[in-house]
């Protein structure tokens, strides 16, 4: 029997009872990670990494019924041999390890394979079943180095100053925005949204080390931004606070910026190909790492990457979910916070 079918509700292991991300309330919720699409509110219990529990305190509430795991450490729930490995994809990230009677299956959520100084670097974990993301798969998308980019990045803010600009950074509340204070982190201020501010107390208050920011406030000056970088979620990229600013210039950091039309779209003055999420060769390389038997791909560009593993001998097969749209769960984050 296989360890997980795929329901109306979210992922399912019908040996162990629980369900891995549902978007439905489920008596346990085993999690991925502590982005909107991946975990909702309503679960009786919640099972995720420890770097994941003040995330969910953060935006789902206080008084969850939340049992936390290490990396690398096994839980049996029902019989069932559950563990969590790292995904690479935010602060703690992890992939879902499955046993039973032999059949071992892993649950990615999303991950990514280049080592981006916070998240603990994605550890490839071999398995018989494999569920795949594909945000970026296809061929097109093929990151350059974080430190390229980022010194793209600086080099930009740089410019923006010279010019009196103050310079707009827009980024995931949840791991992009952290990687950028790490990065960017020196003499020159930073300036936070609220929404990211709140994870970051709760971060430090776990023990990540973090740069230290200053809150955007009412009482803030808007001419004092303009020493600095200000990051904030996308929510806000087009809202009336971005446009009170004077002399703004807005910078979009998104894997989607390396399409020329993706920051047309976003009216961004520069785009950087930032992600939390493989491209194309690293999601090849993870998949074969795994040497998995099967692999199901979910969210994204499902179709064309399903089709190109099993052309390329590895069996998949497409499977329907509601993960992948960080973006719209993000505003109702931030309505929630309002």
């Not at 085993?30 to 219990?45: C, I, L, Q, R």
């Not at 509601?322 to 719209?328: S, W």
């Given at each position: 029997?296989a360890?997980?079918?795929?329901?109306n509700?979210?992922?399912?292991?019908?040996?162990?009872?629980?369900?891995?991300?549902?978007?439905?309330?489920?008596?346990l919720?085993?999690?991925?990670?502590?982005?909107?699409?991946?975990?909702?509110?309503?679960?009786?219990?919640?099972?995720?990494?420890?770097?994941?529990?003040?995330?969910?305190?953060?935006?789902?509430?206080?008084?969850?019924?939340?049992q936390?795991?290490?990396y690398n450490?096994?839980?049996?729930?029902?019989?069932?041999k559950?563990?969590?490995?790292?995904?690479?994809?935010?602060?703690?990230s992890?992939?879902?390890?499955?046993e039973?009677?032999?059949?071992?299956?892993?649950?990615?959520?999303?991950?990514?394979?280049?080592?981006?100084?916070?998240?603990?670097?994605?550890?490839?974990?071999?398995?018989?079943?494999?569920?795949?993301?594909?945000?970026?798969?296809?061929p097109?998308?093929?990151?350059?180095?974080?430190?390229i980019?980022?010194q793209?990045?600086?080099?930009?803010?740089?410019?923006n100053?010279?010019?009196l600009?103050?310079?707009?950074?827009v980024?995931?509340?949840?791991?992009?925005?952290?990687?950028?204070?790490?990065?960017?982190?020196?003499?020159?201020?930073?300036?936070?949204?609220?929404?990211?501010?709140?994870?970051?107390?709760?971060?430090?208050?776990?023990g990540?080390?973090?740069?230290?920011?200053?809150?955007?406030?009412?009482e803030?000056?808007?001419?004092?931004?303009?020493?600095?970088?200000?990051?904030?979620?996308?929510a806000?990229?087009?809202g009336?606070?971005?446009?009170?600013?004077?002399?703004?210039?807005?910078?979009?950091?998104?894997?989607?910026?390396?399409?020329?039309?993706s920051?047309?779209?976003?009216s961004?003055?520069?785009g950087?190909a930032?992600?939390?999420?493989?491209?194309?060769?690293?999601?090849l390389s993870?998949?074969k790492?795994?040497?998995?038997?099967?692999?199901?791909?979910?969210h994204g560009?499902?179709?064309?990457?399903s089709k190109?593993?099993?052309?390329?001998?590895?069996?998949?097969?497409?499977?329907?979910?509601?993960y992948?749209?960080?973006e719209?769960?993000?505003?109702?984050?931030?309505?929630?916070?309002?």
């Amino acid at each position: 029997m296989a360890l997980i079918t795929f329901t109306n509700k979210g992922i399912y292991c019908k040996q162990g009872d629980f369900y891995i991300d549902p978007w439905r309330p489920v008596d346990l919720a085993v999690t991925t990670h502590g982005h909107a699409d991946h975990v909702k509110w309503g679960n009786k219990a919640y099972l995720c990494h420890e770097l994941t529990k003040p995330i969910l305190n953060q935006r789902l509430g206080a008084d969850l019924n939340i049992q936390t795991l290490p990396y690398n450490e096994e839980l049996s729930i029902n019989g069932v041999k559950v563990s969590l490995f790292p995904a690479g994809h935010v602060i703690g990230s992890s992939q879902i390890r499955l046993e039973y009677k032999g059949e071992i299956c892993v649950i990615s959520g999303d991950y990514k394979v280049e080592y981006d100084g916070i998240s603990t670097e994605f550890e490839p974990v071999k398995c018989h079943t494999f569920v795949s993301e594909s945000t970026f798969g296809l061929p097109i998308y093929k990151w350059l180095p974080q430190d390229i980019v980022f010194q793209q990045i600086r080099d930009w803010v740089s410019d923006n100053h010279d010019k009196l600009k103050t310079s707009v950074l827009v980024a995931y509340s949840l791991g992009k925005a952290q990687r950028l204070i790490k990065n960017l982190a020196g003499d020159v201020p930073i300036y936070v949204h609220n929404s990211i501010a709140n994870l970051n107390e709760g971060f430090i208050r776990a023990g990540v080390d973090l740069p230290e920011t200053i809150r955007i406030t009412p009482e803030l000056k808007k001419e004092e931004l303009q020493k600095g970088i200000v990051i904030v979620p996308p929510a806000l990229a087009d809202g009336k606070w971005m446009k009170s600013l004077q002399s703004a210039a807005t910078g979009v950091c998104s894997g989607w910026m390396q399409v020329r039309a993706s920051r047309r779209w976003r009216s961004a003055d520069a785009g950087f190909a930032l992600s939390d999420h493989a491209d194309w060769p690293g999601l090849l390389s993870a998949i074969k790492a795994t040497e998995a038997e099967k692999v199901f791909v979910t969210h994204g560009f499902v179709s064309t990457f399903s089709k190109y593993l099993n052309e390329i001998g590895i069996a998949s097969e497409e499977v329907v979910t509601r993960y992948g749209n960080e973006e719209e769960e993000e505003k109702e984050i931030l309505t929630k916070e309002a």
